[in-house]
């Protein structure tokens, strides 16, 4: 695709489209309220064309969060409830048998969308777990022998309830690992709260998205244009080596038993480049790195167990070594 030509009536010049992700902000607004960060970085995510796990009680408005996202990009978005006893087919599709033919054809599973929305990812056994990595990596689905591959942009917003692991099925290292960023979704301020149920008087229905007003303002050839420009954006040896003695700092800690591996650190330089880009420059400052590096590593490593009953948690790790390690001039 080239991204300087319209596609659905939508402009793919990057400036237009870093102004019609910006504008995703106020539109999503419309609909969620207060979580600002958390849209960010879904953006980020798609500029990157990585995945998502959010975490946070329910209640906080995650699925509507996604669905409002999809809405003001015009993607395409399913939602797969997990639990224990779904299995593998019912994410990626099956073969079924077609009596009129005497074949199988292929019926492809909610997977084969643009954002797919895996509601309590931990609440099914780690075989269904598992059968979201390839799409989650190579963007395709292998069924029966045949790659079938996946709708692009592809993102996977997973969802965790933090505070309950009675029948949960903890997510493995390996596949924590494939998620770019994981975003914590907190409890609304007091005004914002006020503010939720004000428009629950006034007659919003979660369902209904067009009738609280939320239209596109943005389309697949403004995050291919804007996904083209990331991938301009300069990062400079300095910068390059200040990601790198992070995520080695990590590995050095004495609170944890596991650091950022090189993807990670792949990762935290991508995600710094897609927030200098969204920031508007074409450059990336030592600011994208912190900005970025909670989301993209506090996942990735893994606490010492008498770290973690003193209290001390993956981002006050991540914190004081964003404070200790030498920041380039």
Not at 45 to 74: D, I, N, Y
Not at 189 to 217: K, M
Not at 224 to 231: D, F, K, N, P, Q
Not at 298 to 309: F, I, N, S, W
Request: proline share 9%; with cysteine; glycine share 6%.
């Amino acid at each position: 695709m080239d991204p300087t030509t319209d596609n659905a009536g939508q402009t793919g010049d990057p400036g237009t489209a870093r102004d019609a992700l910006e504008a995703l902000r106020a539109e999503i607004a419309k609909a969620v309220v207060g979580q600002d960060p958390a849209v960010t970085g879904l953006v980020v995510a798609l500029l990157c064309r990585g995945h998502v796990l959010l975490e946070g009680v329910p209640g906080v408005a995650k699925t509507l969060l996604v669905r409002a996202l999809a809405s003001a990009l015009e993607l395409d978005t399913k939602r797969v409830q997990f639990t224990p006893d779904l299995m593998p087919s019912d994410v990626t599709g099956s073969l079924v048998y077609d009596t009129r033919s005497a074949e199988f054809s292929f019926q492809p599973g909610p997977v084969f969308t643009n954002l797919l929305l895996a509601d309590e990812i931990n609440r099914t056994p780690p075989k269904t777990q598992s059968s979201l990595l390839e799409a989650m990596e190579e963007r395709q689905v292998t069924v029966d022998g045949t790659p079938r591959p996946l709708p692009d942009p592809f993102l996977v917003a997973a969802t965790q309830n933090p505070v309950e692991y009675e029948g949960t099925y903890p997510l493995p290292e390996a596949q924590l690992d494939r998620f770019l960023l994981k975003l914590t979704i907190p409890l609304p301020s007091r005004q914002d709260e006020i503010d939720v149920l004000t428009r629950h008087a006034e007659g919003f229905n979660p369902r209904d998205l067009h009738a609280a007003g939320v239209r596109p303002v943005a389309g697949p050839a403004d995050l291919e244009a804007a996904r083209v420009a990331v991938a301009r954006t300069t990062i400079s040896p300095e910068i390059t080596a200040y990601v790198v003695d992070i995520c080695r700092a990590t590995r050095e800690s004495p609170s944890l038993t596991l650091g950022v591996s090189p993807r990670g650190a792949t990762a935290l330089m991508s995600t710094a480049r897609a927030w200098a880009w969204l920031t508007g420059r074409d450059y990336v400052i030592p600011d994208d790195v912190k900005a970025l590096a909670l989301p993209t590593l506090r996942h990735r490593v893994q606490l010492r167990p008498e770290a973690e009953m003193e209290g001390v948690t993956a981002d006050s790790v991540i914190n004081a070594i964003l404070a200790h390690v030498p920041v380039p001039r």
